[in-house]
């Protein structure tokens, strides 16, 4: 008998997909973007909308759902950013936080190896790709993480 995936093994096993989906996609088109088309612009501007797809769904869907977490900032009035968190109660299932925080760290980890390696050769119009995935990634792992340890300071609270 074979064993489940680890995606069924998850709450909410579409969300899990399409927060999968977009991370692999981009990595697929910037490392075999070349050998389908020949255009450096093309394979630049897909990977680099596989890459907003990927921020706007974490940020704003895989995020919430898989890990109850949610984060944004609001600009006052005074032009100073103001950081909110929004966290739900109970804690996420295993399954659904190994994903999310393994994928969003990994993901970030490979844009800086495929960053240092597009560094050693020399190859510049790569490198700007990924320090657009990193930037993009960082964002998503900085909001996450402080809206975990808030969620995590406001839990101790409680108690």
Known sequence: SSSPSLISQTSHPTTTLFHLLFKVLSLLTYLFGSTFTRSFIFAFVLTTLLLAFDF??????????????????????????????????APAPDADRRVFWWSTYGFVAAWIVLGFVALVKLNFNWLVLCGVAVALGVANVT??????????ERVGELW
């Not at 995020?63 to 977490?69: T, Y």
């Not at 900032?73 to 950081?83: C, I, L, M, N, R």
């Open 56 to 89: 706007w769904t974490v940020k704003n869907v895989t995020g919430r759902r898989m890990v109850g977490l949610r984060w944004w900032s609001v600009v006052d009035e005074a032009g100073k950013t103001q950081w909110m968190y929004e966290s739900r109660d």
């Open 143 to 152: 909001g996450y993480h402080n809206c975990d340890r808030h969620s995590r």
